[in-house]
């Protein structure tokens, strides 16, 4: 079904709404349209793309899980050490584990299997295998979940309101 970008009142993106969703917000003069796909949903009525709210809202920020999935949606299905992007992907601890790394964001990365044990239990400089990407929490599970449509190649109207991806 058409999903609908939601922006807040400052143009940020806010959330990913579906299109009933976005209509009723529109018809109620909630928000504004801000692109629209040239469909009709009803007479004179565009099916939305892009919506803007009248009014500012304020959204705490919400945790994203650390799991391999996300992990390898973070690193694009590529392993930082080389760019390999095939299956057989493994998660790779950059300062290993039996040296005090823990499970985090910043300490987990996508290595394929030749990297993974080529590397060993050694640091990244120990192994002289640099990273493409200094690995960090993903900013906003809504700008996650935003590159997700991204990539899969739907919604690329939505791309000029997420800057940074
Ligand atoms: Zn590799």
Known sequence: MAKVLVLNAS???LNITSWRRAAVLLIKGKAEQVEHNGKLI????NLPTVIRLRHFVRVPYKEIPLTRRNIL?????ACQYCGYTGEDLTLDHVIPRSR???DTWENMVTACVRC???KGSRTPQEAHMLL???P???YSSLYFEVSKHLKSGLHQEWQKY????
């Open 73 to 77: 949606h973070r690193d694009s299905h």
């Open 132 to 134: 493409f990407h200094q």
């Open 100 to 102: 005090g790394g823990g």
């Open 136 to 138: 960090r929490k993903p």
């Open 162 to 165: 997420i800057i940074g991806l």
């Open 11 to 13: 143009y940020e993106p």
């Open 116 to 118: 993974n044990v080529k």
């Open 42 to 45: 009803y007479s004179d009525f």
